[in-house]
């Protein structure tokens, strides 16, 4: 099983970034993936997940209006839009089929004031 994230980086407040998951080892399309996050000094979080389909997601409340979780299983991907982007959310971001505990490397996103 291998979990690539991409997509972070250095945002100002306000701003957005599309994390990218790419999956394989494993089939895809049959597990709800996860988004989660770690910030310095704080145990790792749950952020929101996403069905097998794709039809439904649910997020944390901290994220919820302002994050969108997306797939598309005929690429092995899941993605996360985060938009009004605010400090708090400076995390190392992780994807994780539900069920498993199988984690990639991460990917940083900085939010500066």
């Known amino acids: 099983v291998q979990l690539v994230e991409s997509g972070g980086g250095t945002v100002q407040a306000g701003g957005s970034l599309r994390l990218s998951c790419a999956a394989s080892?494993?089939?895809?399309?049959?597990?709800?993936m996860a988004w989660y996050r770690q910030a310095p000094g704080k145990e790792r979080e749950w952020v929101g997940l996403?069905?097998?389909?794709?039809?439904?997601?649910h997020y944390a409340d901290s994220v919820k209006g302002r994050f969108t979780i997306s797939r598309q299983n005929a690429e092995n991907t899941v993605y996360l839009q985060m938009n009004k982007l605010k400090s708090e959310d400076t995390a190392v971001y992780y994807c994780?089929?539900?069920?498993?505990?199988?984690w990639g490397q991460g990917t940083q996103v900085t939010v500066s004031p």
């Open positions: 080892g494993f089939t895809f399309s049959s597990y709800a």
């Open positions: 996403t069905h097998r389909s794709g039809d439904i997601t």
């Open positions: 994780k089929p539900l069920g498993t505990n199988y």
